[in-house]
């Protein structure tokens, strides 16, 4: 059993030779092709989406690590590579949107498998499908990882190895590029990332030819093993020398981003109802010389899954025509509960969907009501506003013609009075004149 915690995902070579794409039927050659495809898939939408490095290095550990635990013949390729992309974004902090790594796959696929490149339109059924499907297998990746998907990449270490050991400058990209594609193998469940830290070290210095301090060796002081370093150098020679990967069909649905328009099912739809896999040997392992072929022919090994596969729909075919004949009396049991399940079931639809529509009616009726309702009352309110005005104005005109009368009134009075003053002041000056007059006689 693989257990899956932080920075402990890792196998022995017994483990990866006994995966669960070995025991559906496929080969280590077809496995290796499938791994190396879907890697290649994870780099160059990375490039195009123009994400970091870091970002390619998790989604192709994610993707190694998820068919460790499930076979190629149940998920898809092309899928589980979208998915990883997509993950892996979110996870180092660069996230791009499902609609741009979709657009990019299909983009992806037209120029590989040779088609005309359309533009994906993203309100078709197509794309809706291809969306679910990209969520779906995100969803079977945080659970087959747990939701633990911490990564340690090599990448790291090289820096300070480098320094440490006083190698020249060239050495650096050199090992960084062979730090970038030995995640296309299985070093990165097989290794720690110490360990193919120094492999790479040790394969970019043996290219250059410059040498690395022996006595003491100079792997014990980064806590590596010369066997581990060994089979760094071995699995990055032999992946040089395979050709470019190709995809080989060997999953049940095609999982195509430029021709399906359907899902691919879940895993447990894959398998036929004998219990059998679905999807048969590709390369018989007797013969060892098909199985070399494979790697360096995929042409060949593409014609043989195609008649294989269609083989396995007739036999499929045949199984499902025997098991409906010998199933037909116990449907024709069936069939008339089903139908009744099926008729109630309608009825109580039927029934709510009434209520529902009888609910709206009452609401647009109390809506219209309360509307009509506030009209009239608004129309009252504008009414007593302007009658309060009218009343305002007349009250107003009075009260200034009252002050005009009042105004009227004392301004004769003053004129009045002020007559009265003059002659009572000319007649008691006239007094005073008489009194002083006498006075003087």
Same mark, same amino acid.
């Given at each position: 059993?693989?257990?899956?915690?932080?920075?402990?995902?890792?196998?022995?070579?017994?483990?990866?030779?006994?995966?669960?794409?070995?025991?559906?039927?496929?080969?280590?050659?077809?496995?290796?092709?499938?791994?190396?495809?879907?890697?290649?898939?994870?780099?160059?939408?990375?490039?195009?989406?123009?994400?970091?490095?870091?970002?390619?290095?998790?989604?192709?550990?994610?993707?190694?690590?998820?068919?460790?635990?499930?076979?190629?013949?149940?998920?898809?390729?092309?899928?589980?590579?979208?998915?990883?992309?997509?993950?892996?974004?979110?996870?180092?902090?660069?996230?791009?949107?499902?609609?741009?790594?979709i657009i990019v796959f299909h983009?992806?696929?037209?120029?590989?498998?040779?088609?005309?490149?359309?533009?994906?339109?993203?309100?078709?059924?197509?794309y809706a499908d291809l969306k679910?499907?990209?969520?779906?297998?995100?969803?079977?990746?945080?659970?087959?990882?747990?939701?633990?998907?911490?990564?340690?990449?090599?990448?790291?270490?090289?820096?300070?190895?480098?320094?440490?050991?006083?190698?020249?400058?060239?050495?650096?990209?050199?090992?960084?590029?062979?730090?970038?594609?030995?995640?296309?193998?299985?070093?990165?469940?097989?290794?720690?990332?110490?360990?193919?830290?120094?492999?790479?070290?040790?394969?970019?210095?043996?290219?250059?030819?410059?040498?690395?301090?022996?006595?003491?060796?100079?792997?014990?002081?980064?806590?590596?093993?010369?066997?581990?370093?060994?089979?760094?150098?071995?699995?990055?020679?032999?992946?040089?020398?395979?050709?470019?990967?190709?995809?080989?069909?060997?999953?049940?649905?095609?999982?195509?981003?430029?021709?399906?328009n359907r899902s691919w099912e879940?895993?447990?739809?894959?398998?036929?109802?004998?219990?059998?896999?679905?999807?048969?040997?590709?390369?018989?392992?007797?013969?060892?010389?098909?199985?070399?072929?494979?790697?360096?022919?995929?042409?060949?090994?593409?014609?043989?899954?195609?008649?294989?596969?269609?083989?396995?729909?007739?036999?499929?075919?045949?199984?499902?025509?025997?098991?409906?004949?010998?199933?037909?009396?116990?449907?024709?049991?069936?069939?008339?509960?089903?139908?009744?399940?099926?008729?109630?079931?309608?009825?109580?639809?039927?029934?709510?969907?009434?209520? +529902? &529509?009888? %609910? $709206? /009616? =009452?609401? !647009?009726?109390?809506?219209? *009501? #309360?509307?009509? @309702?506030? +009209? &009239?009352? %608004? $129309? /009252? =309110?504008? !009414?007593?506003?302007?009658? *309060? #005005?009218?009343? @305002?104005?007349? &009250?107003?005109?009075?009260?200034?013609?009252?002050?005009?009368?009042?105004?009227?009134?004392?301004?004769?009075?003053?004129?009045?009075?002020?007559?009265?003053?003059?002659?009572?002041?000319?007649?008691?000056?006239?007094?005073?004149?008489?009194?002083?007059?006498?006075?003087?006689?």
């Amino acid at each position: 059993m693989i257990y899956t915690a932080i920075d402990t995902f890792y196998l022995s070579e017994e483990q990866l030779k006994n995966s669960p794409s070995s025991k559906d039927g496929i080969n280590e050659a077809t496995e290796t092709i499938l791994r190396i495809y879907g890697c290649d898939l994870i780099q160059e939408c990375g490039i195009l989406l123009k994400l970091p490095q870091a970002v390619m290095a998790t989604g192709q550990v994610l993707f190694h690590r998820f068919y460790c635990k499930k076979s190629f013949a149940r998920f898809n390729v092309k899928r589980v590579a979208a998915s990883c992309v997509w993950l892996a974004s979110k996870l180092e902090e660069s996230p791009r949107k499902a609609r741009q790594v979709i657009i990019v796959f299909h983009r992806m696929e037209c120029r590989r498998e040779n088609l005309p490149i359309e533009h994906l339109d993203t309100s078709l059924k197509k794309y809706a499908d291809l969306k679910m499907d990209l969520i779906r297998t995100e969803r079977h990746l945080l659970k087959e990882m747990g939701f633990i998907c911490h990564v340690e990449h090599p990448h790291k270490f090289i820096s300070n190895y480098l320094a440490t050991l006083e190698t020249p400058p060239e050495l650096r990209q050199e090992a960084w590029n062979l730090a970038n594609d030995s995640l296309r193998t299985t070093l990165c469940v097989r290794f720690k990332s110490e360990v193919v830290a120094c492999g790479v070290v040790y394969a970019a210095a043996r290219r250059f030819q410059v040498p690395l301090p022996e006595n003491p060796p100079w792997w014990k002081a980064f806590d590596a093993d010369k066997s581990g370093i060994d089979e760094v150098c071995r699995v990055l020679a032999h992946l040089y020398s395979l050709p470019k990967a190709q995809y080989i069909h060997v999953c049940k649905e095609t999982g195509s981003f430029a021709t399906s328009n359907r899902s691919w099912e879940s895993p447990h739809q894959s398998i036929s109802k004998d219990g059998s896999s679905a999807v048969p040997p590709i390369i018989d392992e007797s013969s060892t010389g098909k199985g070399s072929s494979a790697a360096v022919n995929p042409e060949a090994s593409k014609d043989e899954v195609i008649k294989a596969a269609l083989g396995k729909l007739k036999e499929s075919k045949k199984s499902d025509d025997e098991s409906k004949s010998t199933s037909n009396g116990g449907e024709s049991r069936e069939e008339p509960e089903s139908k009744l399940i099926l008729d109630t079931k309608s009825e109580i639809g039927g029934e709510r969907i009434k209520e +529902r &529509e009888r %609910d $709206r /009616e =009452r609401e !647009r009726d109390r809506t219209r *009501r #309360d509307h009509e @309702r506030g +009209r &009239e009352s %608004d $129309r /009252e =309110r504008g !009414r007593e506003g302007s009658e *309060r #005005d009218r009343d @305002r104005v007349k &009250e107003r005109n009075q009260r200034s013609r009252d002050r005009g009368k009042d105004s009227g009134r004392i301004e004769k009075s003053k004129r009045h009075s002020s007559r009265d003053n003059y002659h009572s002041s000319s007649y008691a000056s006239k007094e005073k004149d008489r009194h002083k007059h006498h006075s003087y006689a």
